[in-house]
């Protein structure tokens, strides 16, 4: 009987073992960010986590960037309120079975957002992005974000933060209708195209959501937001 129990408990462990890693494997950034505080990973003053054998100038660059990147917010919408978990990654590849993201990218566990920003998304416009994906999470709410949120407003947010000239509505493109973006409700019917067709549902969304905005103002975005969390649908909220 002993023996049996034993080789249960060893199965049963191992295909926990197994799963998690098929998960991690399917989904990794998000299950790594609910994983990120058993790795050996540094926290900086202002909470952010950074790999060890990050330098000290990098870290204080990246302190530097976070500031800029909340400041950039703060003077366009007012002051944010998210905390979200941040994580600075230098090798991509340092969290087998993870495969974590070279640019960046915002998940959500829980309560809390998690920002993954890789090599190639440490600068202000891509922090600055993430954190208003963040924000708009806080704002919200999970469940309401879940339900109500379209993928084209909550990137397009993103963007108004973001001025990275490749996600600009181009020459060719202008005096063309950006509405197109509005179907793009999930989170595959955006990012699941091609690269042509991915640099220009971004570049849509951040021309559709400024038009609402230019409506609205700039300054009432979280009182908007608070509709949404308070139970009003997306679209009443859009025509607030």
């Known amino acids: 009987m002993q023996f049996r129990n034993r080789t249960i408990i060893i199965t049963l462990a191992a295909s926990l073992g197994l799963g998690f890693t098929m998960l991690a494997i399917v989904v990794p950034a998000p299950i790594a960010c609910a994983v990120i505080g058993l790795a050996d990973m540094k926290a900086l003053p202002d909470g952010a986590l950074v790999q060890p054998n990050t330098s000290e100038v990098q870290q204080r660059e990246f302190s530097v960037l976070q500031n800029q990147a909340k400041a950039r917010i703060k003077s366009m919408f007012g002051t944010p309120i998210a905390r979200p978990i941040v994580v600075f990654i230098k090798d991509t590849k340092a969290f087998w079975p993870f495969t974590l993201p070279t640019i960046g990218g915002a998940y959500f566990i829980g309560p809390r957002a998690c920002l993954i920003l ?123």
Do not use: C
Not at 134 to 144: C, D, S, Y
Not at 158 to 175: A, L, P, T
Not at 204 to 226: I, P, S
């Open 118 to 240: 890789g090599p190639n998304g440490q600068n202000v416009d891509v922090i600055s992005h993430e954190l208003m994906h963040a924000e708009l999470f806080e704002r919200v709410g999970a469940l309401r974000r879940l339900i109500e949120i379209p993928m084209w407003f909550d990137e397009g947010l993103g963007m108004q933060v973001d001025y990275r000239s490749r996600y600009n509505w181009g020459k060719q493109q202008r005096g063309n209708s950006t509405a197109f973006i509005r179907q793009f409700k999930s989170f595959h019917q955006f990012h699941q195209v091609n690269e042509q067709q991915h640099v220009q549902n971004y570049a849509a969304a951040k021309v559709e959501v400024a038009q609402w905005l230019n409506v609205v103002g700039m300054q009432t975005l979280y009182e908007h937001l608070k509709l949404v969390s308070d139970g009003e649908n997306f679209e009443a909220m859009l025509a607030k």
